[in-house]
């Protein structure tokens, strides 16, 4: 694939709608694109979100499926673009209660687009996923790997991959679909960083652990095929993530067709790894319990990221998981001052 749209990026300012800005990912994505001069607005129904990631000035409570206060947010802000952070994210919970990630991931996302169809809006940057793709055929998995996800969560980003694809031909509403792999890390230098609650992600549990804050971290399946007999997954620096939605955006401001990229390091890491490269960081150590796998989980999932690459010149700046965990090693340890120290025993 050539370069091309590399070179025809615009990356004028633009007042962009971040929807769920007040989330893990969301966040650091607005404080990426102010560092970048564009102005920012942000909806949140603070299902999951915090208020203190909040890093725009203009935040606006309300639900993707409300479409007045789309419409109004659109118009009262003259928004440019939108990107579309605002989702369910956990994989077992969506196994237990699909109908919620269906009505909010699936009918949130359709709303949206629906009103920003109505307010002459038509340039969106869509969080998708790997879990899309399902259990892998081959390594690195690339754009055109056979999607057959195994859960309702992946397929909740399918169907919203393919409502995109349809809106595009009748509305004219152009997308990017980005599928990220497993985000890590936190912001360098802002008060920002992985949030989630519960915390299901491997990087900040074994931090936690390393703080004292529990106990212990449960291992799911040491019996996988691969090296050490731990799953395999491919983690990518949050601010990498964040920069690949500006490149999206300065590319569909360039007038570029709807596109779908993967995002990840191209390097697979055992959870083995990843709790001796915790370990490594904190000068502490981890105590593990080793449990038996988890129905759905594939022994590896790793990206190919060259279509990005040589699309729209992405290049990860933390390609490094010691760097991208000492980022979030840097977070943990300060928020866990600020906050005071917890003991939890029901969060591990
Ligand atoms: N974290 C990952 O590793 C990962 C990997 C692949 C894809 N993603 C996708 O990235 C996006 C962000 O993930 P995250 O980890 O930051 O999750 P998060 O839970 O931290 O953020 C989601 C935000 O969206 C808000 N929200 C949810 N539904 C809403 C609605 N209908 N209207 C308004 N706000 C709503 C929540 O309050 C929260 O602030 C999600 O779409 C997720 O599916 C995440």
């Known amino acids: 694939m050539s370069n091309t749209a590399a070179n025809k990026l615009d990356t004028s300012p633009q007042t962009v709608l971040i929807t769920g800005g007040a989330g893990y990912i969301g966040s650091h994505c607005v404080a990426h694109l102010k560092e970048y001069g564009h102005r920012v607005v942000i909806l949140d129904d603070f299902s999951t979100g915090f208020s203190h990631l909040i890093q725009a000035d203009d935040w606006v409570e309300g639900n993707t499926q409300d479409p007045e206060t789309v419409l109004q947010v659109l118009q009262d802000f003259s928004v440019d673009a939108v990107m579309h952070f605002a989702a369910h994210c956990y994989v077992g919970e969506s196994v237990q209660d699909p109908a919620k990630y269906y009505a909010n991931n699936v009918n949130g996302s359709l709303r949206l687009f629906q009103t920003m169809v109505a307010a002459g809006v038509r340039r969106l940057v869509f969080s998708s996923t790997c879990a899309i793709f399902g259990d892998p055929d081959y390594l690195p998995l690339d754009e055109t790997h056979p999607q057959r996800p195994i859960n309702p969560y992946g397929a909740s980003k399918q169907m919203v991959e393919r409502i995109l694809q349809d809106f595009d031909v009748a509305y004219g509403l152009k997308s990017v679909c980005l599928r990220y792999f497993n985000a890590a890390g936190a912001h360098p230098t ?44 491919d983690y990518v620096h949050i601010m990498d993530i964040a920069e690949a939605h500006r490149l999206a955006l300065a590319y569909l401001n360039a007038g570029g067709n709807s596109e779908h990229y993967n995002i990840g390091t191209e390097t697979g890491h055992s959870v083995k790894e990843v ?68 003991s939890s025993t029901s969060s591990s």
């Not at 010149?313 to 928020?335: D, F, H, M």
């Open 190 to 233: 802002l008060p920002i960083g992985e949030c989630h609650q519960p915390e299901t992600h491997l990087i900040p549990l074994a931090l936690d652990v390393a703080l004292g804050k529990r106990s212990h971290l449960d291992i799911f399946g040491a019996d996988y095929p691969t090296p050490d007999g731990t799953c395999i997954r």
């Open 275 to 342: 709790i001796t490269a915790c370990e490594h960081l904190s000068g502490r150590a981890i105590e593990v319990r080793m449990g038996p796998r988890r129905p759905g989980d594939p022994p590896s999932l790793v990206a190919s990221a060259q279509k990005i690459r040589h699309h729209l010149g992405w290049r990860p700046v933390y390609p490094n998981l010691e760097e991208t965990i000492q980022t979030a090693w840097q977070w943990a340890s300060k928020s866990h001052q600020a906050s005071g120290y917890q």
